[in-house]
């Protein structure tokens, strides 16, 4: 069984009081034993405290917020490991730069690739030179006659492919000019009518 | 015991839960314990006295390293014969026992590991680039070209070059271990990553410095019209560095001193070192002259090879005005010693550096007088390139008579004084015209 505490008793008997304070009195035992202030008299009077420097203040704010981040203090070796970590995602976001951007330039010629191939075929899907190919054995007056069907026919897909009806279709109109970093030369072009 | 009951709760909130009441609370210092110091001055010369509490005739117990120990059991040994409590997590102490000699590049950490294969790999890469780069090169070069197209070829082949040095940098640059060695100063200066490395580093700061030195004091336009350094200069006497444009007792500058000459680019190359003081008063015009105290030739430096003795160089083959030792007269204001790294002209394919022909300099007479010495004049008779400068400054000193003497300068006695000016007419206090 164990003994019972003494520790109510000692906090209220004047028996059981300790010859010391308990620690967090201690401070109150030393206060005012000089005779004289150690600091200046102007600084005790309120409100006519020094001066303190605005940017003083600022810094001290910003580097003792609770929401600054404390500083990276690392030993040498923990110093290492992490600049080789960061080199190594430096590196890491280039090359997923660099891939990006080749994808998209290979999409970018494709894309122009099939567009000049378009415009080089006629109705039939076959190019000038397939034509000659094919149609070598044709007499003189077909070949003036389909010359002009060609040239109509030649590329239409191609000119179909280049309207710009309806591209803004889903699109809000704001989105239809051009966006710009610059505003135009000329503000408004005063001069045109429908 | 009645604080420790108190803080017993306090205690077990703070304790690491894994080690279920087995080593008391830890607070967080700097130095070692007592009698951790103990029990280490103990190891080195004897074995250990069994504790207080234990009996005599108990085996002895093992000593335990309290910054290694990682099972349960050890702990409890060290806790209990060495009264020592073990340093951080049991996790940390099993790496810190298991992993004292690996080299930093094989440490054990996941993310560094997949950080240094990511590192890895990409220098495989570059390597094979600077393998296709160096075929190419070859490739090219041995192609025949009509000869208006030869100096195009011999363009592209420089541009190809430099792109091979660029791969080569890239190859190493993201290596931790060569900032490692970098860093500790065990550099190869053969190697491009490392003239890369110091090159930025004395461009960082010391570079900037020498630049603000010799411009705040006009020695760029009074000596010469303009300088871009590319080589690193330090001058010390005797073994003692000194400062860009730091004083230098006139004792100390009576002997010639050493020049570490660094240059950051490959090869071996041929300097002009050249010491000129553009402040010698000249009575007689109430004006400075310039003066020539040293003048030597055909240094062969290279990033290796960077030290030069001014006072041990041949006599022959590359001094044309041997060291004279700094001095300023009394009451003369301070003397700017400016020294001057010039490189020599290369020969016309571009590939060796011409060589001066001292013993001709020597008999043309004109630039072996030291007194009205023309430094444009010499650069531009001998195609050389400034690409490098230092500067100390001297003055009078308790020393300087000595040291005149001893060279047999004549002049230690003089003493320069300001002329009197006379005040204006009607600045004189008898005169009629004062008010």
Redesign the interface.
């Known amino acids: 069984m164990n003994a019972p505490s003494?520790?109510l008793l000692?906090a209220f008997s004047p028996v059981w009081r300790a010859e010391s304070l308990p620690w967090v009195a201690r401070g109150c035992q030393w206060q005012q034993k000089a005779p004289f202030s150690s600091t200046e008299q102007r600084m005790a009077k309120k409100g006519r405290g020094e001066k303190k420097d605005m940017r003083i203040t600022l810094i001290r704010y910003h580097l003792q917020h609770p929401l600054t981040p404390r500083p990276l203090r690392f030993s040498r070796?923990r110093a290492?490991?992490h600049?080789?970590?960061h080199?190594?995602?430096r590196?890491?976001q280039t090359q997923l730069r660099l891939n990006r951007q080749l994808e998209l330039e290979r999409q970018y010629n494709s894309m122009a690739a099939a567009c000049e191939a378009l415009r080089l075929t006629d109705n039939h899907g076959l190019t000038a030179e397939d034509r000659m190919k094919l149609g070598g054995g044709g007499g003189a007056g077909d070949e003036a006659a389909a010359a002009g069907a060609e040239g109509r026919e030649m590329g239409r897909l191609y000119r179909i492919a280049m309207l710009k009806d309806g591209v803004w279709e889903g699109a809000p109109i704001e989105y239809a000019r051009i966006q710009t970093e610059s505003p135009p030369r000329e503000g408004w072009n005063h001069a045109w009518t429908r | 015991m009645a604080l420790d009951r108190s803080a017993g709760r306090l205690a077990r909130c703070i304790r690491c839960t894994r080690h279920e009441r087995t080593l008391p609370i830890r607070t967080f210092t700097t130095t070692a314990p007592s009698r951790l110091e103990t029990q280490e001055t103990q190891a080195s010369s004897e074995p250990p006295p069994p504790p207080a509490g234990a009996t005599t005739d108990a085996p002895k117990p093992r000593l335990r390293d309290p910054n290694t120990v990682s099972t349960r059991a050890a702990e409890q040994q060290l806790i209990q014969h060495q009264r020592i409590t073990p340093v951080g997590s049991r996790r940390r102490r099993a790496a810190i026992a298991s992993t004292s000699n690996i080299p930093f590049s094989e440490l054990p950490y996941q993310c560094f590991q997949e950080a240094r294969a990511v590192l890895q790999a990409d220098r495989k890469q570059k390597l094979e680039h600077i393998r296709v780069q160096r075929e190419r090169i070859e490739r090219f070069k041995a192609k025949d070209v009509a000869p208006q197209d030869e100096a195009h070829k011999e363009k592209k082949v420089a541009d190809m070059r430099r792109r091979l040095e660029e791969q080569k940098i890239l190859a190493d640059i993201n290596d931790p271990v060569v900032k490692r060695k970098f860093e500790d100063g065990e550099g190869d200066l053969n190697k491009p990553i490392y003239r890369l490395l110091a090159d930025r580093q004395w461009r960082s700061y010391r570079r900037t410095l020498l630049l603000q030195r010799i411009t705040q004091m006009n020695v760029v336009p009074d000596v010469l019209p303009a300088i871009d350094p590319v080589v690193s200069t330090a001058l010390s006497f005797a073994g003692k560095r000194v400062q860009h444009g730091d004083f230098v007792d006139s004792r100390m500058s009576e002997l010639a001193p050493s020049l570490q000459i660094q240059p950051y680019d490959k090869g071996k190359r041929l300097y002009t070192v050249v010491v000129v003081n553009p402040d010698v008063p000249n009575v007689q015009k109430d004006a400075f002259d310039y003066r020539c105290h040293f003048l030597a030739s055909n240094i062969e430096i290279s990033p290796t090879d960077t030290r030069v003795r001014l006072g041990l160089l041949g006599e022959e083959g590359q001094v044309i005005l041997p060291w004279l030792p700094a001095y300023g007269q009394k009451g003369a204001p301070y003397q700017r010693m400016s020294m001057f790294v010039l490189e020599q002209a290369k020969s016309e394919g571009g590939g060796e550096f011409q060589t001066i022909d001292v013993a001709a300099v020597k008999a043309g007479g004109k630039y072996t007088q030291r007194h009205g010495f023309n430094l444009r004049s010499f650069v531009d008779k001998h195609l050389l390139k400034p690409v490098g400068v230092d500067l100390f400054r001297t003055k009078w000193d308790e020393g300087t008579a000595g040291v005149m003497q001893r060279a047999g300068i004549v002049g230690w006695d003089v003493e320069f004084k300001r002329k009197r000016v006379e005040p204006l007419p009607y600045k004189r206090m008898d005169s009629v015209r004062y008010r």
């Open positions: 003494m520790a000692r070796n290492l490991r600049w080789t970590i080199r190594a995602w590196l890491y």
